[in-house]
């Protein structure tokens, strides 16, 4: 892939994210960006794009405010990874969403892990 393309990539899929998340328009978010299916591995979200709806509108209804910050944004082929800080009413995570895109730059595609953001710290480092 071209690195216009993957620049692509990785704006749209930030976007993508930015739309459902920060803005809670996970209907308007899978128009504009996915493919013909969209495949979830997370075990909170049912497989399918009415699934991610439903589970996105109900989110936003249940926890306003919550938002996500993009640390980072890799862009490889037809794989993009978000290195992100959620912040919920809560608790705030340290996340890695990866997504697949077909040929056609659609998202079909989704993987995610989470780690709450806790006091203590066996380096300085931070999580982000």
Known sequence: MTTETNERHATD???FY???FNQNRPREAI?????DEYRQ????????KQAFIDYFERMAAEYPGKR????????DGSFVVLHCHQIWPDEEYAGMDIFRLDE?????????????????????????
């Open 13 to 15: 899929v930030a976007a």
């Open 41 to 48: 591995h997370n075990p909170h979200v049912g497989d399918g």
């Open 31 to 35: 128009e504009l960006y996915a493919g």
């Open 18 to 20: 930015d739309l459902m």
């Open 104 to 128: 056609n730059g659609k998202i079909v595609e989704h993987w995610d892990v989470l780690q709450v953001i806790g006091d203590d710290s066996a380096n300085g480092n931070g999580m982000f």
């Open 68 to 75: 996500v910050e993009f640390k980072r944004v890799v862009s």
